[in-house]
């Protein structure tokens, strides 16, 4: 099922999902957590130099964040890095990654998987974006609450919080590398503000899917700048 489908068959239910529409649901975010955390930004929030002092207002979504101090969650990671595991399922970050990371968020990250079922892979958000999506959720009204449940429990069950180490490496427990299929060495790719974890030959097969077509490069100019 494509997450556009998935978002169709979501709105069209105007929030009266039930729990055997979970799939549904967990595609939507997969898609769109990376984004949420952005999209929801508060008025008194800069994109282009950020917020961190106390916000007293409305987000975007009618949110209220009085008292609370929002991180800055808009710097993307861009391209891709080769890396491979260690025999104590660790991987080295690439550089490009890892200074990006340690520069604007921090060494401490949450990763979890995908919801990807034809293609598994792993999700590494640093702990201030994946805070600020917890929150969001949280917050969420038109989510039913049997369903914010099983999407957190999804998340959080094979989720683990940790941290790059002193030579940038990260601990990938061995139940999330079994479900990625991933074997000793992997590519990570940018994904605004997360970084993914790839099978190569799975990644291979999700960008075959989504054929490059005239129609999808003009869409994509229409947004250049």
């Known amino acids: 099922m494509s997450p556009h489908g998935s978002w169709a068959t979501f709105r069209g239910r105007q929030g009266r999902a039930t729990a055997d529409t979970g799939v549904d649901i967990c595609q939507i975010f997969v898609f769109y957590l990376p984004l949420f955390s952005i999209l929801i930004l508060p008025s008194e929030y800069s994109l282009t130099a950020g917020y961190r002092g106390p916000i007293i207002g409305m987000g975007r979504f009618g949110k209220k964040w009085d008292g609370m101090e929002r991180p800055r969650t808009d710097v993307f990671f861009r391209g891709a890095g080769w890396t491979q595991f260690d025999t104590a399922g660790r991987m080295v970050v690439p550089t490009n990654f890892r200074k990006r990371l340690l520069e604007h968020y921090g060494a401490q990250v949450f990763v979890t998987q995908s919801f990807l079922l034809e293609f598994p892979h792993i ?29 957190m429990y999804r998340l959080n069950t094979k989720g683990v919080e940790t941290e790059l180490d002193d030579k940038g490496r990260i601990l990938i427990p061995s139940e999330l590398r079994e479900y990625a299929r991933l074997s000793s060495r992997v590519v990570l790719v940018g994904y605004f503000n997360t970084i993914q974890v790839w099978n190569p030959d799975l990644l291979e097969a999700f960008q075959a899917q989504v054929p490059w077509t005239p129609e999808l490069v003009r869409r994509i100019q229409k947004i250049s700048v």
């Open 123 to 151: 999700v590494i958000y640093p702990l201030p974006v994946w805070e600020t999506i917890e929150a969001e959720i949280r917050l969420q009204t038109d989510i039913e609450p049997q369903q914010k449940m099983a999407l």
